[in-house]
């Protein structure tokens, strides 16, 4: 597949009053074309920097950055004509209507008339579209937000918390909308904190921690790569549970013991479970294999959330061998 964006040992330090604060150390991300793919990290892991940069907005220390192939910053006017990019909240005139907000961007970007249009119905605001932007809601600020973007019929769109503000009905728009832009050949680079959703809409991502790559490549494959060998154990009794913890430890076994289960880490062979129990008289009457969601990883990759058992930090992606707050683009 053809890389759409590309970015290799990115570097970037900010000067701060405890000395210098590296945001990006080596950071490295790869999205193919026609794919939705998820950019993920928490807060202050260098995410908002490298969309920046990618836009041009901050100028990094080091590092590759291609979008289309081309280089940037060095050849972003050349392609900026082709991404359109949210970050973070965009200010709009509140007395304007949706209509003429995105009627004035299309004349300020040389851009058909006809635009203003689609993109209204695409993110759903055409029933909506003469009302003065001061009388909408945040998520329908939100998809203003996102139409503006979408004025350019970009190759690239970049997204930076596109569901904020949305409800129920609103997130499960935007995400009909992506997979209808990702199937008309358009990539999505989407970066969210509602990871429920970034696993059903993106095809991969890439987390970042600490400025660092933590783990990227298909969602399938990120999530298979850290939810092996987790084991959920009931037993018919629950006051047997404290007896089967202790002869589950004295086998190797590493758990955390809940009020009505035991969760244990790094088995191979959920069977050996049953008989070792079996053999102290201890009966199960649940053991399941534990398959991670994308939200259970991120908090293990992260570090933001105990987990049992050491840490992973596993990289999945395969690479082919061949300035401010508030920016739209």
């Avoid at 979408?150 to 728009?173: V, Y």
């Avoid at 987390?207 to 092996?228: D, K």
Wanted: hydrophobic content about 45%; proline content about 5%; aromatic content about 4%.
């Amino acid at each position: 597949m053809t890389a759409v964006l590309e970015i290799q040992g990115l570097t970037k330090t900010y000067r701060a009053r405890g000395g210098p604060r590296r945001a990006l150390d080596g950071f490295e991300m790869y999205v193919e074309a026609g794919q939705v793919h998820g950019f993920l990290g928490p807060n202050g892991s260098g995410k908002t920097t490298t969309l920046r940069t990618l836009l041009g907005l901050i100028r990094p220390d080091s590092g590759d950055l291609r979008i289309l192939g081309r280089p940037v910053p060095a050849e972003l006017p050349q392609v900026i004509a082709h991404v359109g990019a949210i970050v973070e909240s965009p200010q709009f005139f509140p007395h304007f209507s949706a209509r003429d907000t995105l009627s004035l961007l299309a004349d300020a970007g040389n851009l058909p008339q006809s635009r203003v249009d689609w993109a209204l119905e695409l993110v759903g605001l055409r029933d909506r579209a003469k009302e003065r932007v001061k009388t909408y809601s945040l998520g329908m600020k939100q998809r203003l937000a996102v139409a503006s973007a979408l004025l350019k019929q970009p190759k690239l769109l970049i997204l930076d918390e596109p569901a904020n503000g949305l409800d129920p009905g609103g997130i499960r728009e935007m995400r009909d909308m992506m997979a209808t832009l990702s199937a008309g050949g358009m990539t999505v680079v989407l970066s969210s904190h509602i990871l429920g959703e970034v696993q059903l809409i993106c095809d991969s991502v890439t987390i970042i921690s600490l400025g660092r790559r933590v783990a990227a490549g298909p969602v399938a494959e990120v999530l298979q790569a850290h939810s092996s060998g987790q084991v959920r154990v009931a037993l018919e009794t629950a006051a047997d549970l404290s007896a089967a913890a202790q002869v589950l430890v004295a086998a190797g076994m590493q758990l955390q013991a809940h009020a009505d289960h035991l969760m244990l880490t790094g088995v191979d062979k959920p069977a050996l479970v049953a008989r070792l129990l079996a053999e102290r008289q201890l009966y199960v009457s649940e053991l399941a294999p534990v398959h991670a969601d994308l939200e259970s990883v991120f908090l293990e990759l992260t570090g933001t959330a105990p987990v049992p058992g050491q840490a992973r930090q596993v990289d999945q992606s395969v690479k082919p061998d061949t300035a401010q707050d508030g920016v739209s683009a």
